[in-house]
């Protein structure tokens, strides 16, 4: 079978990635995985099972279709297979998913929290706050079912007594986010309540958001699409928009 020139260069890419992540303290040994999109078609680069990051090779790296099926490689991919596939399978907009286990991560995970959107770099990579998603098995696809909604205008979230999902339109873009995310979680004290209270307008404006609930903030229009997050509605359409969070930060400085 002859091979792609692209599978070579995502391989070397996604192993690049899986050191960056070893870095910040993401993962650890064989924890957690990564995949990307190949090109234009339906296919993903996804890191194998059970081999340690430090020992990882190109060639260890497992193309698939993202119906699950393997196209190239000699080792088994991740068990969190359904989790990635699927996700590209819903989101033709994703180009990167990344699952991290950062100690900040899992803690949130374990205790169930919403991160509220306290920190502006949190804001431009995640899109605003960034919630727990139900509980499902490793490895199963209802996994995937459960981060759905909690990915929603959103490019990370936490799993529910596992980690952190991450994704980007990106290759390099889902390690960032899990990036910031782990950061701020850092942030919180673990006594601190997951509502600190409505986000102030600064952080309104460098996100991009509408906020509402019982206090309405003036301007939100009523119909805008919202979804209920620690007591406040947050509004914002598709994945980060950098224009939007440009402006803000502008507007900050």
């Known amino acids: 079978m002859t091979r792609d020139p692209k599978w070579a260069r ?16 993401l993962v650890w040994y064989t924890a957690g995985n990564i995949s990307a999109r190949v090109g234009e078609q339906d296919l993903v680069a996804v890191t194998p099972t059970s081999v340690p990051y430090d020992t990882m090779v190109p060639d ?34 994703v180009g990167g998913v990344v699952h991290t286990h950062s100690s900040a991560g899992m803690a949130m995970a374990a205790m169930g929290r919403t991160l509220p959107p306290i920190l502006t770099g949190l804001v431009s990579a995640a899109g605003g706050s960034v919630a727990t998603a139900p509980y499902a098995r490793t490895g199963t696809a209802e996994m995937a079912d459960f981060t759905a909604s909690a990915l929603v205008d959103r490019s990370a979230c936490f799993l529910r007594h596992h980690g952190v999902l991450a994704i980007g339109s990106e290759r390099g873009a889902g390690i960032q986010h899990g990036i910031c995310g782990r950061g701020s979680s850092g ?36 119909n805008v699409k919202r979804q209920v997050s620690q007591g406040w509605n947050v509004w914002m359409g598709g994945l980060p928009k950098p224009a939007l969070v440009r402006r803000g930060l502008r507007e900050m400085a």
């Open 10 to 25: 995502v391989r070397e890419e996604i192993l690049l990635f899986c050191h960056r992540m070893q870095q910040e303290r």
């Open 60 to 93: 260890d790296i497992v193309i698939m279709s993202v119906h699950g099926n393997i196209i190239d490689g000699f080792r088994k991919p991740t068990s969190e297979v359904p989790l990635h596939t699927l996700v590209y399978l819903r989101r033709p907009e």
């Open 187 to 222: 942030c919180l004290p673990p006594s601190c309540p997951t509502r600190v209270g409505a986000p102030s307008s600064h952080l309104r404006r460098s996100s991009g958001c509408v906020f509402g609930g019982r206090n309405r903030w003036p301007g939100s229009a009523p």
